[in-house]
């Protein structure tokens, strides 16, 4: 990979959308105070901010760093599970709302605070039963149901790492995860709902338990009802267990630094990488910035969409808002079952008022048309959330718009996996947003966009997004691999110990960010290097276009050449479709269209349409393997594919394309 200085950036997004008065008046934060506070002396300010826990023991330390190895709120005694429900039921919120549910076939339940309170202690003592000790860890792969929040509560109530498998995964991905964390018992359900049909989860989950030596117990939830097997001695079922189990169980007071989970993440190849988060700093982390970027009243609705199965569902479906005593929503299924308007069926069904979700499912509702939002009544809502990938300005003023209702502003929150938290982002009172831009680090956060060497770019540049000081949810390690967590995000500016977070970023003039897309991803076309992420988002802004994945293909002269995937719109498609248009006369005009906004030098030597793009499970673009159809190579790991039939299509078409 090119290691050059700065990522040139060309694209401009100049329009402003100030916080509506009536929301300023209301919001937890109100003044850019907390900024200079938190800047004077951050361990003071994350101190304070702990305050909001209920601890056993106080801490003597907030930090020990011993780079790259953190240590938050030494000494200090908490338990997770105790803070998002027993602190709870001696106030009125004990039968207040903690979990609204909606599977996908239209079922729905509400648990109480209280209602959490019994399942999670019973299941602690499920767990304990089947022998189930502090530290030991415990896999999960289970649909988006309430028992998925209810067991990983009471591992957190025992003191049991999880380790939390997307129901999405595949048989082996379960096998390879369950072994790296050397797994005791596993947790998963008959099957899940997904548009109208069964993922068969304990059928995977039978499959990967031939070859996961560790698991002694497999525990199974009933939601699907279909046929399965259960191995005797091994298998259990989850509400014959419950049966038994006696409601209390005392809340373990564990050390600050226990680990509270593991969640893996894909790394660029081969192993996943198994990323270790402890309990008060992560518990901190996540509790201060639900409570600041989402602005969260005790009369909300909440709703995330993403999957429990990711970092954004752990610390913001489950952790996050129940800590604050919050209504959290969790959602079984598609976006799109049995019609394109689940969502706000959804938003209307149970009143909505936070609604955070991902770029990739803004672009899916845009394609779908805004018939399907208009339809319903979304006046409930008051603020809206993006994560996971750079939102384009064209999709963000859609979202702000036909879901908005132009009256809610819209936080683009960055962070990853590893931060365990929200670094970037907009606080919504306060911040004047740019459509596209994250905005600036929360308080306490230090970042900075670098070059090659380390040293700081100018405004306006692009360059290397880093984190410069540690902060509380942050990563502690790679499970059982320090060496890996050392060179994957430490070493990269050698002489400093700095974060490297992957991401290229540039910074411009009001010291906003603006996300890049992965620096692995970047295009260097004759000594410029562009981001994927600008040229995409002019393309998108191009009325035809539905969404873009733009790569660098081998180029004999100019190094590498910009090639653009792309899926068009309904009515564009149609147009191609009935020969209103060519082939040759969309592709000309998106050409043109990139060379307008951005440059002669963006402007793409190939433009080529397809139905879908690749993309992970979690919705991002997974332009590497364009990059090898484009190339002609071999497709590399395709395991973490949302649909592998996507682009094993792809490359077909694209091999036999005229051209
Ligand atoms: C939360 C999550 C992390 C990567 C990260 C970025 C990209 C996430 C944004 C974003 C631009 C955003 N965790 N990313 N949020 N890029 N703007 N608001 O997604 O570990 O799965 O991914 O996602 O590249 O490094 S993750």
Redesign the pocket.
């Known amino acids: 990979m090119a290691r050059e200085a700065t990522i040139n950036t060309l694209l401009e997004e100049e329009r402003i959308f100030h916080p509506p008065e009536d929301f300023v008046k209301q919001a937890n934060v109100n003044s850019q105070e907390l900024y200079a506070e938190a800047k004077a002396n951050p361990r003071l300010y994350w101190g304070m901010q702990a305050e909001r826990l209920d601890w056993f023991q106080k801490w003597d330390k907030v930090l020990e760093w011993n780079p790259p190895f953190a240590k938050w709120f030494v000494n200090g005694k908490l338990n997770v599970s105790y803070n998002c429900i027993d602190r709870h039921l001696c106030t009125w919120r004990r039968n207040k709302a903690a979990i609204i549910f909606e599977g996908e076939p239209g079922d729905s339940r509400v648990l109480t605070y209280w209602d959490l309170y019994r399942e999670v202690t019973q299941f602690a003592n499920v767990l304990k039963g089947l022998g189930v000790r502090t530290g030991d860890r415990v896999a999960i792969y289970l649909p988006m149901i309430p028992e998925l929040a209810i067991t990983m509560l009471a591992c957190a109530r025992i003191g049991a790492p999880h380790s939390i498998v997307f129901g999405g995964f595949s048989a082996e991905a379960l096998r390879d995860r369950i072994n790296d964390a050397g797994a005791k018992v596993l947790i998963t359900a008959d099957g899940g709902w997904r548009r109208g049909k069964v993922v068969p989860l304990k059928k995977n989950a039978d499959a990967a338990m031939t070859q996961t030596p560790t698991i002694e117990k497999a525990i199974v939830v009933r939601r699907t009802n279909q046929e399965i097997d259960m191995k005797q001695d091994r298998d259990v079922w989850y509400h014959e267990l419950m049966a038994k189990a006696p409601l209390g169980c005392p809340a373990e007071e564990l050390d600050s630094e226990h680990m509270l989970f593991i969640l893996y ?1 894909s790394g660029t190849t081969g192993k996943p990488k198994g990323v270790v988060h402890t309990t008060g700093g992560y518990l901190v982390g996540i509790s201060t910035t639900h409570a600041m970027v989402f602005d969260v009243k005790d009369s909300d609705v909440y709703w995330c969409t993403a999957d429990i199965g ?3 569902g752990h610390s913001y479906v489950v952790y996050g808002p129940l800590a604050n005593g919050a209504t959290t929503l969790i959602y079984e299924g598609a976006p799109d079952w049995p019609e394109p308007d689940r969502f706000w069926e959804i938003i209307e069904k149970f009143g909505v008022t936070i609604f955070y979700t991902a ?1 990739t499912a803004i672009r899916a509702f845009m394609k779908w048309g805004r018939k399907w939002p208009s339809g319903r009544n979304l006046s409930t809502l008051r603020l809206l959330g ?6 384009n300005p064209e999709a963000w003023v859609w979202y702000y718009q036909n879901i908005g209702g132009s009256r809610c502003p819209i936080v ?7 931060t365990g938290m929200i670094m ?2 907009p606080l919504p009172g306060i911040t004047p947003l740019k459509p596209g831009s ?1 905005t600036v680090p929360l308080p306490g956060i230090d970042a900075d966009v670098v070059d090659a060497a380390g040293n700081p770019v100018p405004l306006g540049q692009g360059g290397f997004l880093v984190l410069k000081e540690p902060w509380p949810a942050m990563l502690r390690t790679i499970y059982g691999d320090d060496r890996r967590y050392i060179d994957t995000y430490w070493t990269r500016f050698p002489g400093k110990w700095t974060y490297f ?3 290229g970023a540039k910074r411009d003039y009001h010291n906003y960010y603006w ?1 890049l ?2 620096v692995d991803d970047v295009i260097n076309v004759a000594g410029h290097r562009l981001s994927t ?1 600008e040229i995409e988002s002019s393309l998108v802004d191009h009325p035809s276009v539905a969404e873009s994945a733009v790569i660098g293909k081998n180029h004999e002269l100019k190094g590498q050449a910009v090639a653009a995937f792309v899926t068009l719109k309904a009515r564009a498609f149609s147009e191609l479709k009935s020969a209103k248009k060519s082939f040759k006369e969309i592709e000309g005009e998106l050409k043109a269209h990139v060379a307008k906004k951005i440059g002669a030098i963006a402007r793409p030597d190939d433009v080529f349409l397809t139905a879908e793009l690749p993309k992970t499970r ?1 919705g ?1 673009i997974m332009r590497r393997l364009l990059r090898d159809i484009a190339e002609g190579r071999i497709l590399g790991d395709t395991t973490t594919l949302a649909d592998p039939a996507v682009i094993a299509d792809l490359k077909q078409k694209y091999e036999s394309r005229e051209s």
């Open positions: 993440t990711w970092i954004t770029p993006t994560v996971g990938e750079p939102i683009d929150t960055w962070w990853q996996t590893e970037i982002s994250a977070a992957g991401d996300m897309g992965r992420m979690s991002k």
